[in-house]
């Protein structure tokens, strides 16, 4: 079954070469129209990858604290004595209600991939004359990696801390000078000092991060916090980082707790991405439309040019469905063809930039993923495009009155 | 016994053909034509310009539809007969010589050729090239087979034009003006090549023409004067004996 051996497409590439320098136009008009989303497409959605994956490197798609503490004055039943003014409460670290119940209920919802308990608080770090305020996280190494790829950023030592480990960011190390195995002592607001080992040193390439963030065993944690036996937050990481505001919600109904996702608390970041998705959107409608008009219009005149031998084709019998078809083929393949072109193209300008577009220490800027589901929905877009573009010429070409064609 | 074995290739029964149908400027181009042509027929069609012999053909080949009456082909009533099923039966049932030899210019003579057979059936293959080859063959024109239309002489071209109108076994040929474009050397060759290809196959010809020579030398011939039949006569003229002249009394009037 040869495709090519039909009549259609014996058709279709006959006069496609007929009118070869047409179609090299149209073909090349087509894969610049490609070429640009696709790079655009593949620039964005590195650059989106790539500010997701810093943000989550050390922050939960969802956490979930316990409920904020609110002032409540005492009223009495029949007499009308209200406050004139109810000052907001201080937020003191409170260790979530029943923390196992609530991990094992959020476990159990599909599509969270990892739920671990964090007790997490301020401190200071002191080694010598050099006091740096940290925050203080404490973690269940049994489950924290499922949610934050802390192992991944350990540039030195290791990151299974034991009760007197700590596993500190580059930043601080450097501010207390510090390497494996130096010793620095953690002090806590609740007044608990101890003196803990440089077990790791990580490095989520964000300087704020890497400065505050100090990392020891829960245990370690619920004693310098004094909050023993509890957890003051629940970190979960879900499949999709992007469905985290919905399953926050979903959990938000089913417990009276405070539960935040990464899109509300980056929101400026997310309304910044919406925008240029739009952006993306606008620009990828456009081209699509200037390639479908493109083809359509060298559909158009080929239809004209081609009146004759379309009467002759159709006074020998051919049928309108397959003169329609030829057309269809005709615009599909110059769809196609512009996208294969214009996948190259964009394929090598991403190269390119790869190689160009660098931070002033030699880093890429960012890493340019090439997808190649990117390049086959470009293709099948474009064929697409190009076929429906046809549909007009060809639908006038399979109308043609072959008695008037002939004759005019 | 001739009687009994005779067939009808084409019969019209009072066709009319109107232009402009519904509105202020309807004309009537074709009033009431009646016409049969017998199985193996070599019959011109002659007549001044405007007579309606353009119209005729493009009923005849089903290119049209007539405004009225009834129009049979290979037995078939084809003024009956939907977009769809007339184009079928166009390929299959008629085959079309035309003055400018309109082969497709893109394709080889053999591609020509097959054509009509491609676009009946969907799928080249080599059964088609088989018979393409064969007609190319008749028309002497293999040496040319891979030549592109366009790089072959007008007389070839025309050739190679009979030669496509016979590829689906048409039981009716039409030929507008098949020698119109040629010199008188080119028309001759043409002309008997119909005639060899009527005598051998019984087709069916039906030939436009204005030159007197050619109309001379068919069977019969069918005068058209405004949209009527003026004359239909088995023509004897120069024929002599040698050719058989059974549908004269066929005829209707």
Same mark, same amino acid.
């Given at each position: 079954?040869?495709?090519?051996?039909?009549?259609?497409?014996?058709?279709?590439?006959?006069?496609?070469?007929?009118?070869?320098?047409?179609?090299?136009?149209?073909?090349?008009?087509?894969?610049?129209?490609?070429?640009?989303?696709?790079?655009?497409?593949?620039?964005?959605?590195?650059?989106?990858?790539?500010?997701?994956?810093?943000?989550?490197?050390?922050?939960?798609?969802?956490?979930?604290?316990?409920?904020?503490?609110?002032?409540?004055?005492?009223?009495?039943?029949?007499?009308?004595?209200?406050?004139?003014?109810?000052?907001?409460?201080?937020?003191?670290?409170?260790?979530?209600?029943?923390?196992?119940?609530?991990?094992?209920?959020?476990?159990?919802?599909?599509?969270?991939?990892?739920?671990?308990?964090?007790?997490?608080?301020?401190?200071?770090?002191?080694?010598?004359?050099?006091?740096?305020?940290?925050?203080?996280?404490?973690?269940?190494?049994?489950?924290?990696?499922?949610?934050?790829?802390?192992?991944?950023?350990?540039?030195?030592?290791?990151?299974?801390?034991?009760?007197?480990?700590?596993?500190?960011?580059?930043?601080?190390?450097?501010?207390?000078?510090?390497?494996?195995?130096?010793k620095l002592t953690l002090t806590t607001a609740a007044g608990i000092a101890s003196t803990l080992t440089v077990a790791g040193i990580f490095?989520?390439?964000?300087?704020?991060?890497?400065?505050?963030?100090?990392?020891?065993?829960?245990?370690?944690?619920?004693?310098?916090?004094?909050?023993?036996?509890?957890?003051?937050?629940?970190?979960?990481?879900?499949?999709?980082?992007?469905?985290?505001?919905?399953?926050?919600?979903?959990?938000?109904?089913?417990?009276?707790?405070?539960?935040?996702?990464?899109?509300?608390?980056?929101?400026?970041?997310?309304?910044?991405?919406?925008?240029?998705?739009?952006?993306?959107?606008?620009?990828?409608?456009?081209?699509?439309?200037?390639?479908?008009?493109?083809?359509?219009?060298?559909?158009?005149?080929?239809?004209?040019?081609?009146?004759?031998?379309?009467?002759?084709?159709?006074?020998?019998?051919?049928?309108?469905?397959?003169?329609?078809?030829?057309?269809?083929?005709?615009?599909?393949?110059?769809?196609?063809?512009?996208?294969?072109?214009?996948?190259?193209?964009?394929?090598?300008?991403?190269?390119?930039?790869?190689?160009?577009?660098?931070?002033?220490?030699?880093?890429?800027?960012?890493?340019?993923?090439?997808?190649?589901?990117?390049?086959?929905?470009?293709?099948?877009?474009?064929?697409?495009?190009?076929?429906?573009?046809?549909?007009?010429?060809?639908?006038?070409?399979?109308?043609?009155?072959?008695?008037?064609?002939?004759?005019? | 016994?001739?009687?009994?074995?005779?067939?009808?290739?084409?019969?019209?029964?009072?066709?009319?053909?109107?232009?402009?149908?519904?509105?202020?400027?309807?004309?009537?181009?074709?009033?009431?034509?009646?016409?049969?042509?017998?199985?193996?027929?070599?019959?011109?069609?002659?007549?001044?310009?405007?007579?309606?012999?353009?119209?005729?053909?493009?009923?005849?080949?089903?290119?049209?539809?007539?405004?009225?009456?009834?129009?049979?082909?290979?037995?078939?009533?084809?003024?009956?007969?939907?977009? =769809?099923?007339?184009?079928?039966? /166009? $390929? %299959? +049932?008629?085959?079309?010589?035309?003055?400018?030899?309109?082969? #497709?210019? @893109?394709?080889?003579?053999?591609?020509?050729?097959? =054509?009509?057979?491609?676009?009946? /059936? $969907? %799928? +080249?293959?080599?059964?088609?090239?088989?018979?393409?080859?064969? #007609?190319? @063959?008749?028309?002497?024109?293999?040496?040319?087979?891979?030549?592109?239309?366009?790089?072959?002489?007008?007389?070839?071209?025309?050739?190679?034009?009979?030669?496509?109108? #016979?590829?689906?076994?048409?039981?009716?040929?039409?030929?507008?003006?098949?020698?119109?474009?040629?010199?008188?050397?080119?028309?001759?060759?043409?002309?008997?090549?119909?005639?060899?290809?009527?005598?051998?196959?019984?087709?069916?010809?039906?030939?436009?023409?204005?030159?007197?020579?050619?109309?001379?030398?068919?069977?019969?011939?069918?005068?058209?004067?405004?949209?009527?039949?003026?004359?239909?006569?088995?023509?004897?003229?120069?024929?002599?004996?040698?050719?058989?002249?059974?549908?004269?009394?066929?005829?209707?009037?």
């Amino acid at each position: 079954m040869n495709p090519l051996a039909l009549f259609e497409s014996i058709v279709a590439f006959r006069f496609m070469r007929e009118g070869l320098t047409q179609t090299l136009l149209i073909v090349f008009g087509v894969a610049l129209g490609c070429g640009v989303i696709i790079f655009m497409s593949a620039l964005l959605a590195g650059m989106q990858a790539n500010i997701v994956r810093r943000t989550l490197n050390f922050q939960a798609p969802i956490q979930i604290l316990a409920p904020e503490q609110v002032a409540r004055p005492l009223r009495d039943g029949g007499r009308e004595s209200v406050a004139a003014q109810v000052q907001p409460r201080s937020q003191q670290l409170r260790s979530i209600d029943q923390w196992q119940k609530v991990r094992t209920d959020i476990a159990r919802i599909p599509d969270v991939i990892g739920v671990t308990p964090v007790v997490s608080g301020p401190g200071f770090a002191r080694r010598g004359e050099a006091t740096k305020s940290v925050t203080l996280i404490g973690i269940e190494i049994e489950t924290y990696f499922d949610v934050i790829a802390l192992p991944e950023k350990i540039i030195a030592g290791r990151h299974d801390v034991g009760p007197l480990d700590i596993v500190i960011g580059i930043e601080l190390a450097k501010d207390l000078g510090m390497a494996i195995g130096d010793k620095l002592t953690l002090t806590t607001a609740a007044g608990i000092a101890s003196t803990l080992t440089v077990a790791g040193i990580f490095d989520f390439g964000n300087k704020g991060a890497n400065q505050r963030n100090v990392y020891v065993a829960l245990r370690t944690a619920q004693n310098l916090l004094d909050l023993v036996g509890g957890a003051s937050s629940i970190e979960v990481k879900v499949r999709d980082p992007f469905a985290a505001e919905k399953i926050a919600q979903d959990i938000r109904a089913g417990h009276d707790l405070e539960v935040d996702s990464w899109i509300k608390t980056n929101a400026q970041f997310f309304s910044a991405m919406a925008a240029q998705i739009l952006a993306n959107t606008l620009i990828r409608i456009f081209v699509g439309l200037t390639v479908a008009l493109g083809i359509a219009s060298v559909l158009v005149v080929s239809v004209v040019q081609k009146s004759k031998e379309i009467g002759i084709l159709r006074a020998m019998g051919t049928a309108r469905a397959r003169v329609l078809r030829v057309f269809l083929i005709q615009g599909g393949f110059m769809g196609l063809t512009g996208a294969l072109f214009g996948s190259l193209l964009a394929w090598g300008f991403l190269l390119l930039w790869r190689g160009v577009a660098r931070n002033p220490d030699g880093t890429p800027l960012f890493i340019v993923i090439i997808e190649p589901s990117l390049f086959a929905i470009a293709c099948a877009g474009a064929t697409l495009v190009g076929i429906l573009a046809a549909v007009v010429p060809a639908r006038r070409a399979a109308r043609l009155d072959p008695a008037v064609a002939i004759r005019g | 016994m001739a009687d009994a074995l005779r067939v009808e290739t084409l019969r019209l029964a009072g066709v009319r053909k109107s232009y402009g149908t519904g509105t202020p400027v309807e004309v009537e181009v074709l009033h009431g034509i009646d016409l049969t042509l017998q199985r193996g027929e070599f019959t011109a069609l002659i007549g001044p310009s405007g007579s309606g012999k353009t119209t005729l053909l493009n009923l005849i080949g089903l290119l049209d539809k007539p405004t009225a009456g009834q129009l049979f082909v290979a037995g078939q009533e084809a003024s009956a007969l939907g977009e =769809m099923e007339a184009t079928r039966l /166009r $390929g %299959r +049932a008629i085959g079309f010589i035309f003055q400018y030899h309109y082969l #497709l210019p @893109a394709f080889t003579a053999l591609e020509n050729v097959m =054509m009509p057979m491609l676009a009946a /059936r $969907g %799928r +080249a293959d080599a059964k088609m090239r088989d018979i393409a080859a064969g #007609l190319l @063959a008749r028309v002497g024109l293999t040496p040319w087979r891979d030549h592109k239309a366009s790089d072959i002489s007008g007389g070839q071209q025309q050739r190679v034009a009979i030669a496509r109108a #016979l590829a689906m076994t048409p039981v009716l040929v039409l030929a507008d003006e098949p020698s119109g474009n040629l010199d008188t050397e080119n028309a001759d060759a043409v002309f008997d090549l119909m005639r060899d290809v009527n005598e051998t196959s019984g087709t069916t010809f039906l030939i436009v023409t204005h030159d007197p020579r050619l109309a001379r030398r068919c069977d019969r011939i069918v005068e058209l004067v405004d949209g009527r039949i003026a004359a239909d006569r088995p023509n004897t003229a120069d024929r002599g004996g040698e050719r058989r002249h059974t549908q004269a009394g066929a005829l209707p009037t």
